[in-house]
């Protein structure tokens, strides 16, 4: 599945949870679309100020290895809400009711046993780096705060999987509901016609 799924919302605790944790992760995905605005000007003022008057910018590839930790992890949360990471849906679109509900919960609790675990080891990564004070090779960056960005990018995604344990666990007690603040998966017809509307400017 990549962008091919619905959320529901409605007044539940659970949807309320997720709408609010859902309004940090697209503020913390703006920070890294930002992040690379920043690196798109910085890259042209490279490269005109070495053309142009043979000055580019010092500790360039320095300041990407930062961003870089930056755009790639502070997304992830949010593209978990929306379904945008790619899995194969091919059992999964065969199941119906509390089977498919069980399903998806065993896989989210198995993906939050595994998101633990890298905060750990991202954390205690950071905190060598931090305590160590390590530096960037060419302008003496410290590297600390970009390693930090990974254990709690991870954060927020454990978060969510927490979330969707949560929907997940009132979908299986009531299997004919569709359940709230989880991606659902959607059949090609309902795929076809989003993106024709997406073409279309979003009108109906």
Known sequence: MSGSATVLEDSSAV??????????????????????LFLVGLAVTNILGRWLFNLPVTGYID???????????VGI??????????????LLSAMKGRKLWISEWVSVFFMLLITLVLIYGSYLHFYRAFTNGDSSMDIGLPIWPAKLIVPVALSFLALRLVFQLWAYSIAI??????????PLIEDAATQAAREAQSLDGGVS
């Not at 859902?22 to 992040?35: A, D, P, Q, R, V």
Request: proline residues 4%; neutral net charge.
């Open 63 to 73: 300041w990407v290895e930062q961003c870089m930790a930056i755009f790639a992890f």
């Open 173 to 182: 007690l009531h299997p004919n509901k569709a359940p709230v603040a989880v």
């Open 77 to 90: 949360a949010y593209c978990q809400r929306e379904g945008g990471h790619i899995r194969m849906d091919i």
């Open 15 to 36: 949807s309320k949870a997720d709408q609010w944790l859902f309004k940090l992760e697209s503020l913390f995905t703006l920070f890294g679309g930002i992040t690379i």
